[in-house]
């Protein structure tokens, strides 16, 4: 099978900011607790790559571990919407019509009205601010657009013939969505997993900016963002590396998911052939 | 006149279509008989210009002395729909559901003509009510979803003869439809080429259908015309092999035991099955729509009892309550005494199978086939240890050996497919299977087949058959006893043949009148 070019720039441009997550743990180029005043607002040199902030820290560290955090807080918080919204979703689609469709997909209308940064700012309020509630916030906002995507899906396969020789076969509709709907609709949940994924990133960078986010010294991409504004008249570099990071990672795995979802999507696939 | 030579088609090194000719004249119908794969409809894209990529085409399709094979695609699109129209099987996904049956008439002439919006919607109008869609009874106003299917396919009907085309091809117009709603399609073809002098060229797998319409008919098989000539000589010589076999797969009779006895399996006093539909207003309450109305029957063991009526009757809602599957709103169902419901235990419920009649969704695209086919041994209380051998040796019942065990749904084709679902329902050795449909989707000689396996099981398993579907030639064939419904009511019962012959009721009358038949003294042997 053809595999879309889109989907291979998309993948290897994740894999860039994967990989310098990853070496992150065990290596930095410089400390990023580290402060050198004498340092502060170098250059891109020999000793810093990609030069240094207003604390004489070091870009290039700053951004490998920012992506750990952004990645951590995504991968969290796709991981929340998953593991309650495709349940959620499952029960309401074998109930569909019921009065607990209607309780849950109105709930799921609930959580959609506020917009994930009031939530943030209300867990924010009682908690305090912390990378756990901004993973909370982003995860709370993910359950219902999992919960939809996979009521969507179910409701169209509940419809068709095998599904009613399962109940001839006297199953019942938990056993029914495990074996039969579940995995027909993981591509769905796949493409739509990458997409919450890039968005979650996003919504990490800008609740980290307004300062909802990872807490100092632990570096983050939004943080970054917000310290450069007051500079970036005079080193416009210091905003436009982490920014240019949101783009190029959240640019990444959108092109990703709409190349997954050529090749998973049987539909589209036909239409190719 | 339009006249294909030597038409050749292959499509990524494939042959599709060898040296194919025919030739379609004003004012009169020309059929294209074949089974699923022979290439009919390819011919027409052909003709059309309107191949699928990798398409390779030899040879020479003829309009007005010009060669349509070699013009552009810019030329095409001006001849597409102005000289030629087209209409297809599925009504439901032909039209635009956004837009208005006026608007969609009116498109056609307005890519093709400089007209005004408003010409354009009177002509819209005229067409319309030429296939039967007068503006008072049906405002260009309405949407497809407002419509019937025949209605839909009248729509269709109007769109492409809208520029009064030289050619119009119809490719299985009525295979989707109704048995009453195809007569009356097939009337309104036909009207329309005797009446505007156009030619048709209709594709279909029925060769009632054809017989009753089309002048000349040509005979496909692997992609080559096998035989070809004028309607009556050929059905009554019929002198390629193929035509024959095709011919006496249309009425195929399996070879049945009778050995129903008096015992009755299953009960069905007075079921009424009520569906409720959207509230008309805020406290009132919602209004009820009753879809199986004081349905009573008895279907003894070992019998064969057909069900047949168009769609809407209510066939597949009694399906699913005689099923267990949904409650009843009155009366009640008992198989071997016993009360059918959703709460009816496993071991009643193993009594009772079901083949549907779409062999591409009945199974779990996922699954390999000893997985589907194993399925109903989650109703014993556990499975059998050697389950994979019972697999095998319903698969080999059915036809198929135990090397399809491992294999996917997606590597079979319809009729292999039917036989798995078939033993799927035979796995557990129920009383009763209730096929509903389950031969419609299937090519003449493939359903031929499926008719004879099924009665080969009926005779070596002793089962009961609950027969149901719109087509009266296979329940003719398979069934001693039918039902007749319409509008959740059974209006007629009796032996099928005396149902046949001597219909009572208006309706069944109107069923079997509108049953495309062959003329029957087209039929007698000429060698005989």
């Known amino acids: ?273 | 006149m339009i006249r294909v030579e030597d038409l050749s088609l292959s499509i990524h090194a494939t042959s599709i279509l060898t040296d194919v000719s025919i030739e379609m004249r004003p004012g009169k119908a020309f059929g294209l008989v074949g089974e699923s794969g022979s290439g009919k409809s390819m011919t027409a894209l052909a003709i059309m210009g309107l191949l699928p990529e990798g398409a390779q085409s030899g040879g020479k399709v003829i309009l007005d002395g010009e060669n349509l094979l070699a013009k552009s695609e810019r030329d095409l699109c001006t001849l597409r729909g102005n000289r030629m129209g087209m209409i297809f099987q599925e009504p439901m996904t032909a039209l635009n559901p956004v837009k208005t049956i006026g608007e969609q008439v009116a498109e056609t002439l307005r890519i093709h003509t400089k007209i005004s919006r408003r010409d354009a919607m009177n002509i819209a109008r005229e067409k319309l009510a030429r296939v039967g869609l007068p503006e008072d009874r049906f405002p260009l106003s309405r949407y497809p979803h407002e419509l019937s299917g025949g209605q839909r396919q009248r729509v269709c009907i109007a769109m492409a003869i809208a520029l009064h085309p030289e050619l119009l091809i119809a490719d299985e117009p009525t295979t989707a439809l109704d048995v009453t709603t195809q007569a009356q399609i097939l009337d309104l073809l036909r009207d329309l080429v005797e009446e505007e002098g156009m030619s048709l060229l209709l594709i279909t797998h029925d060769l009632a259908v054809v017989s009753g319409l089309a002048d000349h008919v040509a005979v496909m098989q692997n992609g080559k015309i096998v035989e070809q000539g004028q309607t009556e000589t050929l059905f009554r010589t019929m002198r390629h092999p193929y035509t024959r076999q095709l011919f006496d797969a249309s009425r195929h009779q399996p070879v049945r035991a009778e050995q129903a006895d008096d015992a009755a399996l299953l009960e069905v006093r007075n079921a009424s099955r009520d569906y409720t539909l959207a509230r008309t207003s805020l406290f009132g309450p919602a209004p009820h729509f009753r879809a199986v109305d004081n349905v009573s029957f008895t279907l003894k063991a070992g019998e064969s009892l057909g069900l047949v009526g168009e769609s809407g009757c209510g066939k597949s809602t009694l399906t699913r309550a005689l099923l267990g599957l949904e409650p009843l709103q009155g009366g009640e169902i008992r198989m071997f005494g016993a009360p059918v419901g959703p709460d009816m235990p496993n071991t009643l419920r193993s009594g009772m199978q079901v083949v549907f009649q779409d062999p591409y969704s009945s199974f779990n695209p996922r699954w390999r086939v000893e997985q589907l086919v194993s399925e109903p041994f989650h109703l014993l209380p556990e499975r059998p240890a050697d389950w994979r051998e019972q697999v095998a040796s319903v698969l080999e019942s059915v036809g198929l050996g135990r090397e399809t065990m491992r294999r996917y749904v997606h590597e079979f084709s319809g009729g292999q497919r039917q036989r798995i679902a078939i033993a799927r329902a035979l796995i557990l050795r129920p009383d009763l299977i209730i096929l509903d449909e389950a031969v419609s989707a299937l090519d003449v000689s493939i359903r031929a087949q499926i008719l004879d396996l099924l009665a080969d099981l009926q005779k070596g398993y002793g089962l009961s058959y609950l027969f149901i579907s719109h087509d009266l030639s296979v329940v003719r064939a398979i069934t001693d006893r039918v039902l007749v419904m319409k509008d959740g009511m059974i209006v007629e019962e009796g032996p099928t043949k005396r149902v046949f012959d001597n219909p009572t009721h208006d309706y069944t009358k109107n069923l079997i009148a509108a049953t495309p038949a062959i003329p029957a003294d087209w039929q007698e042997e000429p060698h005989a």
Do not use: C
């Open chain 1, 1 to 273: 099978m053809k595999v879309p070019a889109q989907l291979i720039f998309g993948a290897a441009l994740s894999a860039i900011f994967l990989a310098g997550a990853a070496i992150s743990f065990f290596w930095t180029p410089h400390d990023v607790t580290l402060l050198s005043i004498p340092e502060k607002l170098a250059g891109p040199s020999g000793k810093f790559w990609l030069g240094t902030d207003h604390f004489g820290r070091d870009i290039l560290s700053m951004l490998m571990v920012g992506a750990r955090t952004s990645i951590a807080v995504a991968v969290v918080a796709v991981g929340i919407g998953i593991l309650l919204g495709v349940p959620l979703g499952l029960t309401a689609a074998a109930n569909r019509g019921g009065w607990l469709d209607e309780f849950i997909m109105r709930g799921n209308d609930l959580i959609f009205a506020f917009p994930s940064l009031v939530i943030a700012i209300l867990i924010t309020a009682v908690f305090g601010p912390s990378a756990l509630n901004a993973i909370l916030a982003i995860g709370i906002f993910n359950i219902p657009v999992f919960a939809r995507v996979t009521r969507g899906g179910a409701l169209s396969l509940w419809t068709l013939d095998y599904i009613l020789s399962a109940r001839v076969a006297g199953k019942g509709a938990a056993r029914i969505s495990l074996e039969h709907i579940l995995p027909n609709i993981a591509n769905l949940l796949i493409v739509q997993g990458t997409i919450q994924f890039s968005l979650g990133i996003l919504a990490e960078a800008g609740l980290s900016y307004v300062g909802l986010g990872a807490q100092p010294p632990t570096p983050s991409w939004g943080r970054m963002l917000a310290d450069a504004q007051t500079m970036i008249y005079t080193v416009p570099r210091l905003a436009m590396l982490p920014g240019l990071s949101i783009v190029a990672m959240v640019l990444g795995l959108n092109l990703m998911g709409d190349g997954l979802r050529d090749i998973l999507d049987p539909r589209i696939r036909r239409g190719r052939a």
